[in-house]
């Protein structure tokens, strides 16, 4: 296992079209996360699951924002309808609920997104 | 109010020196997690080091370390023997009960020769 991969690694696209990213987390982990990190600034939580259940999702999360993890592995986050503002580095990363509460979280390298 | 505060910026130290990041938090959870990440510019955030809030003892990994003032509500990190490839961002964060992990802004070290 490689770690947490995401895809593409950089998006550019025209304000108000769809994008989609891609997030296939470390294969015995059962979270997954997204978050969503603008220039200076330190990643914002946006959304996670455990296996297939979205538990928690952000304020953040518009509803042109959404998250599926179908069958519990890998993860898909759409925009729908992009704006300027949604320019941002989109972060996953997953882990392995433990008692000890110390298992971190292991991220992937992020895709880039630039609107247009 | 902020939950994870870096009053740093930037920093920087000389190879081989010592440098202390800052980290205060905000929490009135009695239980919590505090982490500390690197980001390089290839922008993948690296897992570094955790205190959980009933640890007696500082953590400690490798040339890391974890000044934890659990009374001043401070988790500042420790890097010992500074290396060139240290320079990175440095993200504090801290996990509630919600497992979800809040951040801080940040602090850009750069280590030179």
């Known amino acids: 296992d490689t770690g947490v991969s995401q895809d593409p690694r950089h998006k550019i696209t025209k304000r108000g079209q769809n994008v989609t990213f891609r997030c296939d987390p470390i294969?015995?982990?059962?979270?997954l996360y997204w978050y969503r990190q603008t220039l200076g600034q330190g990643p914002e939580f946006l959304t996670y699951f455990q296996n297939e259940a979205q538990l928690e999702k952000s304020r953040l999360l518009s509803d042109r924002f959404s998250a599926e993890r179908p069958k519990g592995s890998f993860s898909t986050l759409e925009i729908q309808r992009t704006e300027q503002g949604d320019s941002a580095m989109y972060l996953c990363?997953?882990?392995?609920?433990?008692?000890?509460?110390?298992?971190?979280?292991?991220f992937g390298s992020g895709t880039r997104l630039t609107v247009v | 109010a902020q939950k994870i505060t870096q009053t740093q910026p930037g920093m920087f130290v000389q190879e081989k020196e010592a440098v202390t990041l800052d980290c205060t938090y905000d929490t009135s959870d009695p239980s919590y997690g505090l982490f500390w990440y690197k980001q390089p510019s290839s922008g993948e955030m690296i897992f570094l080091i955790y205190q959980g809030s009933y640890d007696q003892q500082n953590a400690t990994e490798g040339r890391y370390s974890l000044n934890f003032q659990k009374a001043r509500k401070s988790a500042n990190l420790v890097i010992s023997a500074s290396q060139l490839g240290d320079s990175a961002m440095y993200f504090c964060?801290?996990?509630?009960?919600?497992?979800?992990?809040?951040f801080g802004t940040g602090t850009r070290l750069q280590v030179f020769p």
């Open positions: 990363a997953s882990s392995l609920v433990s008692l000890s509460g110390k298992d971190g979280y292991t």
């Open positions: 964060a801290m996990r509630e009960d919600t497992d979800k992990l809040i």
């Open positions: 294969s015995e982990h059962n979270r």
